[in-house]
């Protein structure tokens, strides 16, 4: 079993991601009968984000061919639940770092998913964010434009990369006075459910934000935390530039410690 880990130079980023990810395809298999095929964990500075893919058990591959996804999506939040403190607790004695706050989200037609984890302290003293990056104010007053649209204007956005292929965005103070009440009353799990439709299929609209980040987008993740009125949308990118007419096309794959790039016809 690792020992904790400290915030120091000797933490060994490799090891924990692996250790993570190999503990994660236990856990699910443990408690949907079916394992995701890859995991993809990825750690800079206060956050790590765990990319699931080709995870989806027989009974829920069944729900959504007959168009149940409303049902689905509350199957897993349910089961989600009760694994989220099992998560939390795994990675804190891993890191012997606290886990502050802890996301999640799904594409059931794509089989992904992704938890994100915000942590008290750095993970280790080399922080690996990219602040920088083409297009972050556009892409930024997109998300505010979006946001605006959903329910209002955020008072807080932040965008950041901490890995060639992943692109975080923080938005705080996003919630509408409707919102907070239906949320005060133990409507929050609706409540959540119906945002992220919405959101989605604002966030969805691949062609604006690929021409903004010039990169394909392969995927987009948003959960919320009502608590503390904050939002994490993260967006799982192809970091190649967007090809011309008559480019070889590329093809996404994963395995558990990494994301390989391979032409469509080898």
């Known amino acids: 079993m690792n020992q904790p880990t400290n915030t120091t130079e000797s933490f060994n980023q490799n090891d924990f991601h692996q250790t993570i990810s190999n ?3 236990k856990l699910f298999r443990e408690h949907f009968g079916k394992g995701p095929e890859s995991v993809f964990v990825s750690s800079g500075y206060k956050f790590i984000s765990i990319y699931l893919r080709n995870f989806l058990s027989p009974m829920e591959k069944v729900l959504l061919e007959n168009d149940q996804d409303f049902t689905l999506a509350e199957l897993r939040q349910q089961v989600m639940q009760a694994l989220l403190p099992e ?7 891993l890191s012997g770092i606290k886990i502050e706050e802890l996301y999640y989200d799904w594409n059931f037609h794509n089989r992904s998913g992704l938890i994100f984890a915000v942590t008290d302290n750095p993970l280790s003293n080399i922080a ?20 605006q649209n959903a329910q209002k204007v955020p008072e807080e956005v932040f965008s950041f990369l901490f890995h060639p292929k992943i692109l975080v965005i923080i ?31 604002y966030l969805h609209n691949t062609s604006s934000f ?9 995927e987009v993740f ?16 192809n970091p190649k530039r967007l090809q011309g007419q008559g480019d070889k096309p ?8 990494t994301f390989e790039q391979e032409d469509e016809n080898p």
Request: proline letters at 1%.
């Open 23 to 25: 503990r994660m395809s």
């Open 171 to 201: 938005r705080k103070g996003i919630l509408v006075r409707i919102e907070k009440e239906l949320i005060r009353v133990g409507h929050g799990p609706l409540l959540k459910r119906v945002k992220a439709n919405l959101e989605k299929s």
């Open 128 to 147: 690996n964010l990219e602040q920088e990056f083409e297009g972050k104010k556009l892409l930024e007053d997109e998300i505010i434009r979006i946001s």
């Open 210 to 218: 690929e021409g903004i980040l010039k990169q394909r987008v392969l």
């Open 250 to 257: 590329m093809v996404e794959r994963a395995d558990a410690n």
């Open 222 to 237: 948003v959960d919320w935390n009502f608590d503390i009125d904050k939002s994490i949308i993260v967006y799982i990118l």
């Open 87 to 93: 998560i939390k607790a795994y990675i804190e004695m």
